[in-house]
């Protein structure tokens, strides 16, 4: 049962050009989004992050939104760079869970120069 | 800065060794966390600890254990190795609702 689903498994855009990344989740019960980004051969990075409280939240290039009705989060990036290129992974977690986070698939960004 | 280290970056071991994979973090963090990684298939938690000697299964336990015998490391350990534990082990601590990554640990089982 895949709580958290990424569609997409790559994304090629321009450099310069607004990067957006979907997430879609099934549990209501998740009250806490993250955004992680990684390159081969490290750990995952932590990115940006969102409460259920919110609808949105910014920091520098990146801008999380969360849709509760639909179930669904992006992350858009926004101008993109080649530095950019990475997995993406999003992630949630319930309260009650102690912060178990639950990831989605992942999706290969490309940014092209 | 959180820093989360892992005892290697790579390893190859063969079926039916016991394997011994460390994590070390240094912020007195209480929530420790194990995950795999595989293409296609996202991050998996294989087992958390919420503090010293406690230890909790996640998603995908199966032929492996944990040990945390001080609260800044997390052990991870392979009983007998098998081949389809090929993969990559990421290791996690948290601080508020952030869990922050070691730079994990690509093991190759022959």
């Known amino acids: 049962d895949q709580q958290v689903k990424q569609n997409s498994p790559s994304l090629s855009v321009q450099e310069g050009r607004i990067s957006i990344l979907n997430c879609d989740y099934t549990?209501?019960?998740?009250?806490?989004f993250l955004w992680y980004k990684k390159y081969p051969a490290e750990g995952p990075t932590f990115l940006i992050s969102?409460?259920?409280?919110?609808d949105k939240n910014e920091d520098g290039r990146f801008t999380v939104f969360l849709n509760k009705s639909a179930k669904h989060l992006s992350l858009h990036i926004v101008p993109s760079q080649p530095g950019d290129s990475a997995v993406y992974f999003c992630?949630?977690?319930?309260?009650?869970?102690?912060?178990?986070?639950?990831f989605g698939e992942g999706t290969q960004l490309t940014v092209n120069p | 800065d959180v820093k989360v280290t892992q005892s290697s970056r790579y390893l190859v071991k063969r079926t039916g060794e016991k394997v011994f994979l460390e994590c070390v973090q240094d912020?007195?963090?209480?929530?420790m966390f194990w995950y795999r990684q595989d293409p296609g298939l996202g991050l998996r938690l294989i087992y958390f600890?919420?503090?010293?000697?406690?230890?909790e299964k996640g998603d995908i336990p199966e032929g492996y254990s944990v040990s945390r015998e001080k609260k800044e490391r997390f052990s991870l350990i392979l009983e007998s190795a098998s081949t389809n534990q090929t993969s990559m082990y990421l290791c996690?601590?948290?601080?508020?609702?952030?869990?922050?990554f070691g730079p994990g640990t690509r093991l190759l089982v022959l």
């Open positions: 996690a601590s948290r601080i508020h609702e952030t869990q922050y």
């Open positions: 549990n209501s019960m998740f009250d806490y």
């Open positions: 969102i409460s259920s409280i919110k």
């Open positions: 992630a949630a977690s319930r309260e009650t869970s102690g912060s178990r986070l639950t």
């Open positions: 912020m007195d963090h209480e929530n």
């Open positions: 600890s919420y503090d010293v000697k406690m230890k």
